[in-house]
């Protein structure tokens, strides 16, 4: 039985359904939702916006809240209590850096947009590829 579950999640419809996945099929166990807030570089689209904060974990956290807003929104329909947490970084490096801690790890397979496809999509194959635990992906 698992009862450990990270569940890296951003704003697409693939994470909510990831960490939805989570909870009906493991309904005793300690889910974390990880949201992984990019650095600040021109390569990172909103991510660059918190380059110009004055206290950059302060404005990451703030950046997540949304995700973690809707998070515990999902997990309040299931009648089941989750765990946030973010990381300012890169996503793939910062779930691996947590995943050793878990039973497994299940991801959305992909973002919203053209764009977060290939990215999210890639940090899906990625994390499928490199996890020292068993992956779900979730489509």
Do not use: C
């Not at 450990?4 to 359904?17: K, Q």
């Not at 809240?65 to 999902?74: C, G, N, P």
């Amino acid at each position: 039985m698992l009862s450990r579950i990270l569940v890296p999640m951003d704003d697409s419809e693939m994470a909510a359904h990831a960490l939805e996945y989570a909870l009906e099929a493991h309904p005793g166990a300690k889910i974390t939702v990880l949201h992984v807030v990019g650095e600040p570089s021109s390569m990172w689209g909103g991510a660059s916006a918190l380059a110009l904060a004055d206290d950059l974990e302060e404005a990451a956290q703030e950046h997540a809240q949304d995700v973690f807003d809707r998070a515990h929104e999902i997990a309040a329909e299931h009648d089941a209590e989750i765990d946030t947490e973010f990381q300012l970084g890169h996503p793939v490096r910062a779930i691996l850096r947590e995943a050793g801690d878990y039973d497994t790890v299940v991801i959305g397979s992909h973002g919203g947009t053209v764009a977060e496809r290939l990215f999210v999509g890639n940090v899906a194959q990625k994390l499928f590829r490199r996890s020292p635990v068993p992956v779900t992906v979730v489509r």
